[in-house]
T-cell receptor, first 116, second 116 residues
């Protein structure tokens, strides 16, 4: 069954700490895409990154980095030197297709609180 | 850049009332969809469309209708609102209808709907 698991429901850190958000997925497909979205307190969903199943290179964007490991079916997200503005709910999602429907399978999200 | 625009942002309805959530995108995206977000349930797909004149059901379509008369617009209609439809609704779009394209799905800012 296709599934995305974000085992950490809530994380609380103090500003400047590093924090890693875990994402583990299950899929039968050999070609798929993984996403991370951020949902700040204002409520909108903000795209952070997309990774396809053939590209296992880690990616770094400023304080954000992503570690994709097919061997463990994980796509973890690390925030370095966290800031209060990073407080949000973070969602991991898996994209696959059934017919015409590009279905996104969502994790339940990890709520990150960064305290001053 | 307008992106995906949803209206209204907030709405309170009485049980049995009908209403339409509007969604428009200016990116010439073929694929549009509606999700609802509920605590502990993540995001669930209501309906989707792969192009003008084509719509289909997602995971939780009951109580909702959609139509796609133009590429730009994808309204979601609640025919007879029920308290169980109290939720946050997100409209989303992406460039391609094709499978495994991995194109990023962009979301509107969300519509908070309360049915009393």
């Amino acid at each position: 069954a296709q599934k995305v698991t974000q085992a950490q429901t809530e994380i609380s850190v103090v500003e400047k700490e590093d924090v890693t958000l875990d994402c583990v997925y299950e899929t039968r497909d050999t070609t798929y895409y993984l996403f991370w979205y951020k949902q700040p307190p204002s409520g909108e969903l903000v795209f952070l990154i997309r990774r396809n199943s053939f590209d296992e290179q880690n990616e770094i964007s400023g304080r954000y980095s992503w570690n994709f490991q097919k061997s463990t079916s994980s796509f973890n997200f690390t925030i370095t030197a966290s800031q209060v503005v990073d407080s949000a709910v973070y969602f991991c999602a898996l994209s696959e297709a059934r017919g015409n429907n590009r279905k996104l399978i969502w994790g339940l999200g990890t709520s990150l609180a960064v305290n001053p | 850049n307008a992106g995906v625009t949803q209206t209204p942002k907030f709405q309170v309805l009485k049980t049995g009332q009908s209403m339409t959530l509007q969604c428009a995108q200016d990116m010439n995206h073929e694929y549009m969809s509606w999700y609802r977000q509920d605590p502990g349930m993540g995001l669930r797909l209501i309906h989707y469309s792969v192009g003008a004149g084509i719509t289909d059901q997602g995971e939780v379509p009951n109580g909702y209708n959609v139509s796609r008369s133009t590429t730009e617009d994808f309204p979601l209609r609640l025919l007879s609102a029920a308290p169980s439809q109290t939720s946050v609704y997100f409209c989303a779009s992406s460039y391609s209808r094709t499978e495994y394209s991995g194109n990023t799905i962009y979301f509107g800012e969300g519509s908070w709907l309360t049915v009393v």
